[in-house]
T-cell receptor, first 117, second 109 residues
């Protein structure tokens, strides 16, 4: 199947700094990407939907100024956690859907584990 | 998206079939049923999806009831590597995919 790659897989940062996570579709063009966050022993929580060339749509309760999403090309979306704090420590996962069939599956990245000290 | 409900946990003996149910009673006519699984600290892995008809692939079978209000994922011969959290999602097109709490399947040796 198609491959979605995230980078970095693990990142540790100091409180107050910003961290950027990249999500790339390696062998297909992704018109829509989704960003999820997952806390330990919990399910994935949708944060936002990003469409190439337009602003991301954020879920209720997700601060758009804190979690900046950029989907500048059909193969790359980035999530920037600005002024990170310990409560932002989580597992961040992106997923992508190709521009073809409306019935096809989502392809997920490997996830990025953020630890804020 | 339709809300899905799944039992929180299940056990299955190695080599036996694992049958994981999902309720999606408010699914709309154009929404597909997707199944994913997540092994600890990894991204979810696609398993199978379907609309009305039963589906089978190399990983699993999907049985959807005629009224489409529920479905069952069948792993025909469960192995220890099938231990994971299994998620059922009802969605269509590029509309957002909402994960429920999933079923934590433990395959026992």
């Amino acid at each position: 199947g198609a491959v979605v790659s995230q980078h970095p897989s693990r990142v540790i940062c100091k409180s107050g700094t910003s961290v950027k996570i990249e999500c790339r579709s390696l062998d297909f063009q992704a018109t829509t990407m989704f960003w999820y966050r997952q806390f330990p022993k919990q399910s994935l929580m949708l944060m936002a939907t990003s469409n190439e060339g337009s602003k991301a749509t954020y879920e209720q309760g997700v601060e758009k100024d804190k979690f900046l999403i950029n989907h500048a090309s059909l193969t790359l979306s980035t999530l920037t956690v600005t002024s990170a704090h310990p409560e932002d420590s989580s597992f961040y996962i992106c997923s992508a859907k190709g521009g073809g069939s409306n019935t096809g599956e989502l392809f997920f990245g490997e996830g990025s584990r953020l630890t804020v000290l | 998206d339709a809300k899905t409900t799944q039992p929180p946990s299940m056990d299955c003996a190695e080599g036996r079939a694992a049958n994981l149910p999902c309720n999606h009673s408010t699914i709309s006519g154009n929404e597909y049923v997707y199944w994913y699984r997540q092994i600890h600290s990894q991204g979810p892995q696609y398993i199978i999806h379907g609309l009305k008809n039963n589906e089978t692939n190399e990983m699993a079978s999907l049985i959807i009831t005629e009224d489409r209000k529920s479905s069952t994922l069948i792993l025909p011969h469960a192995t220890l590597r099938d231990t994971a959290v299994y998620y059922c999602i009802a969605a269509w097109g590029t509309y957002k995919y909402i994960f429920g709490t999933g079923t934590r399947l433990k395959v026992l040796a």
